[in-house]
């Protein structure tokens, strides 16, 4: 085989394999990762003495029989508080600006997790703080404030302060530490929560544990977590959990000093918070403040806050590029007041900001076609010689100017743009529940025109046209393109639209709308290079 043929064979395999192992990837359990610790701005693994050590662990709920359990609801959320350590035992979304159907969205449920979220301590005193039954001392359902109150005779009175914000899915807590003793004494409050992802898989594979730190965020997947905890030391901003449209975001006022990150058996993040040590002085106390968003992670919503929020969104190799396809989707959405015609005008825009380099690419494939000749001709004259059949081929493409590997172009210009919009769909909750046309009811998931009585092997019982759809204009994209390569080669690409269709059947429908759509695109330029006259070239 020619040299220059397997060079493209390769090229081509390389650029589908990027293409069909990343669903793959984030479907399947990643290897493994060791912890991580960061100090100052670098990022390393922690050693035995790190300080992990520091953090003691979160202790079970011991639920006595005299617990006493306090209901709140506001315009966002359906809180259960529990004076057992003054945590919340379980917090429901109630509207997000998506029709839930009457369903609520738990985000903290203590049945799951196995102990509340919120409970406090102070480590190193021999205090259990969060199993200790707290006194209810203010519920006021107008102003949204939640007061509890416990003492340790001679040593520490702790207040928490809730204060829930009407306008947004967000409240602060505010937890005050009286100390009662006649020296002075240090606090290194100690704040533990959890966040519920569940065993969907789609939860799983959008799910993140993030730590921001100065200089950057510092995320760990939840799969990653899951088998090794996450630990991460320095000045800590805020700390995130999220999910498949969700986020729970943990802010103290003052940087945190150490955060650890876990998951439990029932599929659901818990973390601590430990805040650096205070000196407090007889009879005086400390405020510490902490702001708490849980909720849809909208792009706008979160970068209100002016906090870095929206970085959550922006995480990973193509973070960056994700991020700009977000805002240039919700930018295109004011215009057209649809998100499925967002997807195909930002589409089109892509198409034509990349069309001189695929119409470079076209007009080279076009160009081989018309050599195919004469390559066939230098293979049977120099098929013993295959260094003197290297050199001839390059002269060959040198004069008539035609670049081999410009094929594989226009598939690697559409990796990155269909891995950011794989993200996008799939983490972000603008996307959740918006219809296109007719039978694609919600873009964030398959467009199951209808569904069927039984279950089909690999493609379950959904019939989804969009995915057949693609797979067509897959087929005429193929015809379409000039037939350059050895006949194995060519073989191998007939069945390129049968393991894509394969591959997409379940994918997020404006994903495939986004390819479905380009690949129209792509098969007008080509009917229009198809349509010109070849260039003459001299013998």
Known sequence: MNPDNKKFILAVAFSFLILILYPVYLKWVTPPSASVTQTSSSVQTPSQSAAPAAIEPITQVIRPENEKLYPFSNQHFNVEFTDHGAGIARLALTQWGKKIHGKEVVLIDREKAGSASFVAGLPGHGIDFENRAFRLDRLDGQSGEIIFSTEEPGKWLIRKIYQFDSAKPNFRLMIETENLNSVEQTASLQISNHFVVGADV????????????????????????RKKSSVIEGKILWQALTRHFFVLIFQSDSPAALSKTTVAENQVFKSVLQLAPVVVAPGQKIQQSFLIYAGPNYYRDLKSYDRGFEQILSQGFFGIFKLGLLIALQWTYHLVGNYGWAIVLITVAIKLLFSPLTHISFESMKKMQALQPKLKSLQEQHKNDQAKLSKETMELYKKHKVNPMSGCLPMLLQIPVFIAFYQVLAQTAEFQGESFIWW??????????????????????????????????????????????????????????????????????????????????????????????LPHHEE
Do not use: C
Not at 202 to 225: C, G, H, M, W, Y
Not at 477 to 506: C, D, N, V
């Open 440 to 533: 694609i009811r919600d873009l964030s998931e398959p467009d199951r025109a209808f569904m069927l009585p039984f279950v089909l092997p690999f493609l379950g019982d959904a019939v989804n046209i969009l995915p057949v759809l693609m797979i067509g204009s897959m087929v005429w994209q193929q015809r379409l393109t000039p037939q350059t390569g050895p006949s194995e080669q060519q073989k191998m690409m007939m069945f390129m639209p049968i393991i894509f269709g394969f591959i997409f059947y379940s994918l997020p429908s404006g994903l495939v709308l986004y390819w479905f759509v380009n690949n129209l695109l792509s098969i007008f330029h080509q009917l229009f290079v198809k349509g010109k006259a």
């Open 202 to 225: 789609t939860n799983q594979r959008a799910s993140e544990s993030i730590v921001s730190l100065p200089d950057k965020p510092v995320s760990t997947r939840f799969v990653k977590v």
